[in-house]
């Protein structure tokens, strides 16, 4: 576990005081201030409406509604947390009950009406919240917060209970946290810890325990948001408002499901604008994980594929274990933006460097190799027969006497590593105990980040315990894996924001001409035929081979003399949608009387299978190209979402895919394709000669247009193959599937 207080860190101080000073800029459209109220070309937001919520976590008022001081029972517990909570942060208690004059010593109200003044927050401990809540509402409270549970997550008879919940809010000025939430949000928070602080949001209270108890090795925490089944304000809300705040370096999550996929990545751009990282647990991974998540707070987990591609599309980093998201989140709200992506790893044991090497380049981190002036530096004071390339192997003895932090201070020094990483995987004093310290006194005098694994099980060890924790600069990991997954994290976040431009900013937001053309194609709940569905994509400028369609053998040998032999022959009807297992197609066909032939075999195979033709394609036979597949499809969260893959046969073999939420831009439209494991072939293999990666990319970014344009009418389009010829040639949809919705 990451133990060090990282005190004098900070995520981009530059940032930290133009936020607290108003001076950073909003979001633009096109020169111009991005408000709420922009929509994009199908009518959904561009921007994150976020919400005020300061009162929420610093109130001037608190009702507790149910308050009790009643020995023993749950409530009377739950009250006086929310006393000693309202104490500390300066808030009035109004404690609520119909048969009580004091609580606490407090005087209580019989009812809401009877509250003495306007409200902030209110905590609903009642079994049934409904009254209570339709009563804050008229009392214009701004907050509540429903603990009871019995909602979405138990069931259809939960879930309209709380859809009347969340009916009674939608029409007041009401926020409400819950339903099947907790006290989570009411914690005590140190208030001697300095420095950039997490921001907590769990939607199981539990899970979020680890990361609260970080503050007992020093790391920082400001907020904590339980969200529960989220029947109104959600993961997104908390994410938009924490990434505004100027002390939060970063965000932590714990998400069993997401209330709305859209909402969802409206937060993360706003987080990604301000560079503040959003490390998150995703529940779902598997179905026996989407299932439990869906019982325990009531909300679709989404396509875990969907889901995956949608955070890394906005930077959200998505690690799977509670200890990872400790760790991961603290080092990147610490430490400052890197000077360089390489990484040294430095040990006593050649056995541990190259172990921890191995671990670090799989992973994608890099190692550069020291260059010769710098290993002949090294080598003043580590034995020339030891590797001091990177990994960079001491022997030992050298980290026992003064020759330690020359070393240390050498490999800072070279302007190629941003990080130095030293495991040390048991404690082995004093060699041990000086390595540590003199590790803590360089990292006191650099800006480049220095982790240290310390793998001792035992934990108790002065150089762990008193030198490393006591660190406010040394970033301290209990295992290789999570120092390596933090690590990655670190030098990606700031590759991402560096690079960063929201895809919502040049999201098209009215109808092009070729949407125009293309809903009059449209036919609601029907699958297109071949033809109509590169008729679709003609209109968004999508090449499709040179075709016609006919009704007659005469017609078909017309038809090929005038797309030029060889052609490919094709059965064509809106409901005919895997031709090849039907022997609807011919390929190769060099002449007349094999065109006569194969009209009258597709058209027999029809009659046979009971198929209604609109007629037989005669198509342009193209050849010696890369056989992709574009495609679009629904996901119930995130509404459209565009695939990319090797096509043919090899779609449903290898599926090698890769997909993305529109609106994106062409950066992710190529990252796509560099995702595929078969990315390869696009570069040439065996001879072939590269192939016209723009031409993919440019269809990609078409489809993605279509995909918005016609959200709500399209329902599912597949191009397979799309043929992507050599460089400089083009790409060819070859067919088209598509149905309306």
């Known amino acids: 576990m990451l133990g060090s207080t990282y005190g004098t860190f900070t995520s981009d101080p530059r940032r930290a005081r133009a936020v607290a000073c108003g001076n950073l800029p909003a979001a633009t459209v096109h020169g111009r201030a991005a408000t709420p109220g922009d929509l994009d070309v199908s009518g959904r937001p561009l921007y994150a409406d976020t919400p005020d919520l300061d009162r929420f976590f610093r109130p001037e008022t608190v009702a507790v509604i149910g308050a009790s001081d009643a020995e023993g029972r749950p409530h009377a517990g739950i009250t006086r947390k ?81 859809a009347r919940l969340a009916a009674a809010v939608s029409r007041s000025g009401l926020r409400l946290l819950g339903p099947n939430t907790n006290l989570n949000a009411f914690e005590e928070f140190r208030e001697d810890l300095q420095g950039p602080a997490i921001a907590l949001i769990t939607q199981s209270g539990h899970q979020g325990r680890p990361l609260f108890t970080l503050q007992e090795l020093g790391i920082r925490l400001s907020h904590w948001a339980p969200t529960g089944n989220e029947a109104d304000l959600e993961t997104a809300d908390f994410v938009s408002y924490f990434a505004e705040q100027p002390d939060v370096g970063a965000i932590a999550a714990y998400v069993e499901g997401l209330k709305d996929g859209r909402a969802f990545l409206l937060a993360a751009d706003r987080a990604a604008r301000r560079g503040v990282p959003v490390v998150a647990v995703k529940v779902g991974r598997t179905e026996t994980g989407a299932r439990t998540a869906a019982s325990h707070t009531g909300k679709l987990t989404g396509t875990d594929t969907v889901v995956d591609a949608a955070m890394r599309q906005f930077g959200v980093i998505r690690v799977d274990g509670l200890d990872e998201l400790q760790d991961t989140a603290a080092l990147l709200a610490r430490a400052r933006p890197p000077r360089a992506d390489g990484v040294a790893v430095y040990s006593i044991s050649g056995g541990t460097g190259a172990h921890f090497a191995d671990l670090a380049t799989a992973a994608g981190l890099s190692l550069p190799t020291l260059t010769e002036p710098k290993q002949t ?32 201070d050498a490999i800072l020094a070279d302007p190629a590593i941003g990080v130095l990483i030293c495991p040390i995987t048991g404690p082995f004093p004093p060699m041990s105990d000086r390595l540590a310290e003199d590790l803590v006194a360089a990292a006191a005098e ?18 762990y315990r008193t030198t490393l924790l006591g660190s406010s600069r040394v970033a301290t990991f209990r295992t290789f894996a999570n120092c390596v997954t933090a690590v990655r994290a670190y030098v990606d976040h700031h590759r991402f924001t560096t690079a960063y431009r929201s895809p919502f900013d040049e999201a098209p937001r009215t109808a092009s001409p070729s949407s125009r053309k293309a809903q009059a194609l449209m036919r609601p709940g029907q699958l297109l035929s071949e ?20 009704t007659s053998a005469a017609g078909a040998v017309r038809a090929a003399g005038q797309v030029g032999y060889p052609v490919v022959m094709k059965a064509s009807g809106a409901r005919i949608a895997h031709k090849t297992e039907l022997g609807l197609v011919r390929i190769g066909l060099t002449s007349a009387s094999q065109v006569r032939d194969a009209y009258r075999d597709l058209t027999d195979i029809a009659r046979y299978e009971d198929i209604d033709l609109d007629g037989v394609l005669v198509c342009q036979m193209v050849e010696r190209g890369v056989e992709m597949v574009v495609g679009v499809s629904q996901d119930p969260l995130f509404g459209p979402t565009v695939t990319v893959g090797l096509g043919g046969v090899l779609v449903e073999v290898l599926h090698d895919t890769s997909v993305r939420v529109p609106p994106f831009g062409e950066d992710q439209a190529r990252a796509m394709l560099d995702e595929l494991r078969g990315r390869a072939l696009l570069d040439g293999v065996r001879g072939a000669p590269p192939s016209d990666l723009d031409a993919l990319v440019e269809v990609v970014l078409r489809v993605q247009r279509m995909a918005l344009e016609l959200e709500g009418q399209l329902a599912e389009l597949d191009i397979n193959p799309l043929l992507v010829l050599g460089r400089g040639q083009g790409a060819v949809a070859l067919d088209a599937l598509a149905r309306c919705g």
Do not use: M
Request: charged share 20%; with cysteine.
């Open 446 to 463: 650099t800006d480049k980040l220095i982790c240290v694994v310390w793998g001792s099980p035992v934990g108790t060890e002065e150089a």
């Open 82 to 162: 929310l006393v000693d909570w309202a104490g500390r942060v300066g808030a009035r208690l109004y404690p609520v009950h119909p048969t009580r004059t004091t609580v606490f010593g407090i005087p209580c109200a019989r009812s809401v009406a009877d509250l003495p003044g306007p409200v902030d927050v209110a905590v609903v401990l009642v079994r049934d919240p409904l009254p209570v809540v339709e009563e804050l509402a008229e009392a214009k409270a701004r907050f509540a917060v429903v603990f009871a549970s019995g909602f979405a997550e138990t069931g259809a008879a939960g879930a309209a209970a709380q």
């Open 377 to 408: 530096e090294l080598h003043q004071w580590i034995p020339h027969d030891l590797n001091v390339s990177n990994p960079i192997d001491n022997g030992g003895h050298p980290v026992g006497d003064w020759r330690g932090r020359k070393i240390i």
């Open 531 to 550: 033809h109509a569905g590169k008729q679709l994509l003609r209109a968004y400028g999508i090449r499709v081979p040179r075709e016609q369609l006919v």
